[in-house]
């Protein structure tokens, strides 16, 4: 017998007294919370958003669509990097202003190669602004999971407002459950028991999120 088949023969244990009839899960626990807290205008939303993201200790930018070749390269400049991870579906526009070496995201690739990449570069998924939180689902544009938890360096492209919700819920509905999802707050960090941060330990020192105007206007509701 399989540890699988352990677990789901004690889950039908467990349920084995429950009636037939009973509440469906679904119904049973009320489901009226807030959605958000507040009303907000869009710049505001973007605004929460970068405030919690610096409060997580990333690094916030901000830039027109035609500064974001430039930016991306300072960054990377600023940062020394001699090479950098790029997902396959990425906008080779993006990279269009630096010269580092890229390393394109292999399936082959061991965690061994890709600790030695200097720096990511992504898109993401969504943004939450009331929780600071960038969500990746392994799109073409964000590659697999791993190579956004072994790099040192990622730097996460947010098109601004369009990818941007002000809550947790909000995002889940534009999410596909099925796929692998990560969800970043912050570059990595952990605390042992006498609350010494330590960055750096199961994904990147350093985070830098920018956040690109996509041309929507600056008051145009969530």
Avoid at 142 to 169: A, K, M
Avoid at 203 to 219: A, K, M
Wanted: charged letters at 25%; hydrophobic letters at 40%; aromatic letters at 2%.
């Amino acid at each position: 017998m399989s540890s699988r088949d352990r677990i789901l023969g004690r889950v039908q244990r467990a349920l084995a007294d429950v009636p037939q009839d009973d509440t469906p899960y679904e119904q049973a626990i009320p489901r009226d919370y807030l959605r958000e807290h507040g009303a907000r205008r869009v710049a505001e939303t973007v605004d929460l958003l970068a405030e919690n993201l610096a409060d997580y200790r990333a690094l916030v930018h901000r830039c027109a669509a035609g500064e974001l070749p430039t930016v991306i390269a300072g960054l990377l400049a600023d940062r020394k990097a001699t090479s950098v991870l790029v997902p396959p579906g990425l906008d080779e526009d993006w990279l269009a202003a630096t010269e580092v070496t890229r390393v394109a995201d292999r399936p082959e690739s061991t965690p061994q190669e890709l600790d030695r990449v200097d720096s990511v570069v992504t898109a993401c998924a969504v943004a939450v602004a009331e929780t600071g939180t960038i969500v990746l689902d392994g799109g073409p544009d964000q590659g697999r999971r791993r190579v956004t938890l072994v790099p040192d360096h990622h730097i996460c492209v947010v098109r601004v407002p369009d990818q941007v919700v002000s809550s947790v819920p909000q995002a889940l509905e534009r999410l596909d459950p099925t796929r692998a999802l990560t969800w970043i707050s912050g570059p990595s960090a952990t605390s042992d028991i006498e609350l010494d941060r330590v960055e750096g330990v199961h994904g990147p020192r350093t985070l830098e999120v920018v956040l690109v105007e996509s041309g929507s206007g600056p008051d145009d509701p969530c």
